[in-house]
């Protein structure tokens, strides 16, 4: 969960520095606990690159871990909108971070996250539309995909990376 949060609305390559920074906080080759994350003091957690916001959401998710008000292991066992209605209760935990939570941590086969700019793009570019689709448009394209909308959203993601049809690479 606090990689998800680590991983908000940043570049792949800004958010695993400054995750990696996070992790080296701690002793090397297991996961911090909650505990041990909640005594890290807040401007140690600015130095290796976390908002101040980003901070307080970290803390939130582990407090509740710590009191255990969420049971990260009984997420593994309720349905998709279950899940994405218990994360969304913490402090910045969103419909994106619990949806790439479900597909990422918990391998969940069939999520479309239609809120992921990059999906919207490429949904856009590979069906040609002149604007970017609306989150009912790509749920209704989506259907096709059903029950492996995870792995389409994969493939969407890769797509980003190639050469739009009629283009021609230089060189």
């Known amino acids: 969960m606090i990689e998800s949060i680590v991983w908000q609305q940043l570049s792949g390559k800004?958010?695993?520095?400054?995750?990696?920074r996070f992790l080296a906080l701690f002793p090397a080759g297991r996961y911090p606990t909650p505990e041990e994350i909640l005594a890290v003091p807040q401007p140690t957690l600015r130095q290796v690159g976390l908002s101040s916001q980003?901070?307080?959401?970290?803390?939130?998710v582990c407090e509740r871990v710590s009191v255990g008000a969420l049971d990260l292991d009984q997420l593994e066992s309720m349905g998709d909108e279950a899940v994405i209605t218990t994360l969304t209760e913490v402090k910045g935990i969103g419909r994106w971070t619990a949806e790439m939570f479900l597909m990422f941590r918990l391998h969940r086969?069939?999520?479309l996250p239609v809120g992921d700019l990059g999906i919207v793009k490429a949904i856009q570019r590979l069906y040609g539309l002149r604007k970017p689709p609306s989150a009912d448009k790509m749920l209704a394209i989506g259907q096709r995909w059903q029950p492996y909308r995870s792995v389409a959203s994969w493939y969407l993601w890769a797509s980003l990376e190639m050469d739009p049809p009629?283009?021609?690479r230089k060189g």
């Open 109 to 111: 086969p069939d999520v």
């Open 166 to 168: 009629g283009k021609k």
């Open 54 to 60: 980003k901070s307080a959401y970290i803390r939130d």
């Open 14 to 20: 800004a958010a695993a520095t400054i995750y990696a």
